[in-house]
């Protein structure tokens, strides 16, 4: 189905709540997106809906508001405890997003409670918070980043009603995506909404005024450029994509030294207790760098985000946005795989301008503090070890990655022991004249430790045979 003509919210052809109505007045969406006008009416007459649109294009509202209807018309009351819509979500941080947009409409409806259950603390202490409080909307993630939660999704299918109104939303249908929608959907309506203004409107993935570009640099220019580029668009909002949790610890940690007077957050899947709060300042600011990683690509909704190291988290809702992809020169074929395979032409972007050489910078950081020299280590086994996961096989070669040039973009101070180095030589990486095991670390108490550690390793190592 497809559907890409706005309109207003009272021109629907099914009637919303006044309260509903008063809501989106206040927060100013006086126009349906097509979303939004294809997906309502559906869920309202009883149909399950599979929805693919790009991002930014108001799927939220297109679940929110209908799943509010249909409470709303239930002909009995609900009690306390008693749960009328379950929203589950990838990500934590897109549940918080919902919740609070959920948040703005209950305010008309005090007869119902909603509860946000996304993990980072005791599961018995969300039960009594149920318990007590009671809740009619449950909002929540299973607490894992991709899509491969099909098993837990399918055992939270398990326990639901079979006869139900049931929607699937996401900007692209994956083969994980197509098996959840034969698992938990009946008979649904499958809607595909393309945005207005795109030439080749059946196959364009990404926002309409989003502007891909790519750039190529060389495995030791690839941060010194990242650096240049964050540097002269310092008064804008930006986000940086790393591939794990390890490359967001170092280099973050690196950027925040490396660019001054600016609001630098790091953000990836480990971090439990703290995700909410980052998340919540960095949307808060005007300006500033989200160091992350794909915790943050899916569905997430930043204000005025202007730059963005990956495709697809900017330019939402009808806004304007870019996102630059860094690529190594072997990599140059990957923009030919986007653009046929994944519908996201690219365009070269212009040489970055007054690059300068910081690497040196980054080995005195590491050299000053063993708590960096350890993330750097850790970053480029990381690193390593995703280039050879990639889907991408093809493009995206392990045997082809030059290690040594590799270790000097990362202002390694010397090569890691791992599998994927074994038997093999390195003249062109320079390994620093320094005894690593020298380096302490700043903060005293881990430095404390390490060396309890080491005379322990010691005393071991000095005991008489047979001992």
Known sequence: MENSSDGKWEHLPVKLHDCILQTLRELKFTHMTPVQ????????????????????SGKTLAFVIPALEILLKREEKLKKMQVGALIVTPTRELALQISEVMGRFLQGFPQFRQILLIGGSNPIEDVEKFKTQGANIIISTPG???????????TILGYLPKQRRTGLFSATQTQELEKLVRAGLRNPVRITVKEKGVAALSVQKTPARLSNYYTICRAEEKFNTLVAFLRQHKHEKQLVFFSTCAFVEYFGKALEVLIKNVSIHCIHGKMKHKRNKIFADFRALKSGILVCTDVMARGIDIPEVSFVHRC???????????????????????????????????????????????????????????????????????????????????????????????????????????PELRGKTFPDFKQEAIDTDSIRFKDKNREKQRQKRLNQTHLHLGWPEGE
């Open 144 to 154: 894992l980043l991709d899509m491969g939660f099909e098993a837990s999704l399918n």
């Open 37 to 56: 006008s294809a997906c309502i009416p559906l869920f309202m007459s009883n149909k399950d809906v599979a929805a693919e649109a790009v991002t930014g």
């Open 312 to 418: 697809g988290r900017t330019a939402r809702i009808g806004n304007q946005g870019n996102a630059l992809v860094f690529l190594l020169p072997m990599e140059e074929s990957y923009v030919n795989f986007l653009s046929i395979n994944q519908k996201c032409p690219l365009q070269t972007y212009p040489p970055v301008k007054d690059v300068v050489d910081v690497l040196p910078k980054l080995k005195a950081m590491a050299l000053g503090d063993r708590a960096m020299f350890e993330k750097g280590m850790k970053a480029f086994v990381s690193c390593v070890q995703a280039y050879a996961k990639h889907e991408c096989s093809l493009i995206f070669r392990i045997k082809d990655l030059d290690f040594a040039a590799l270790a000097r973009g990362f202002a390694l101070l010397r090569l890691p022991k791992m």
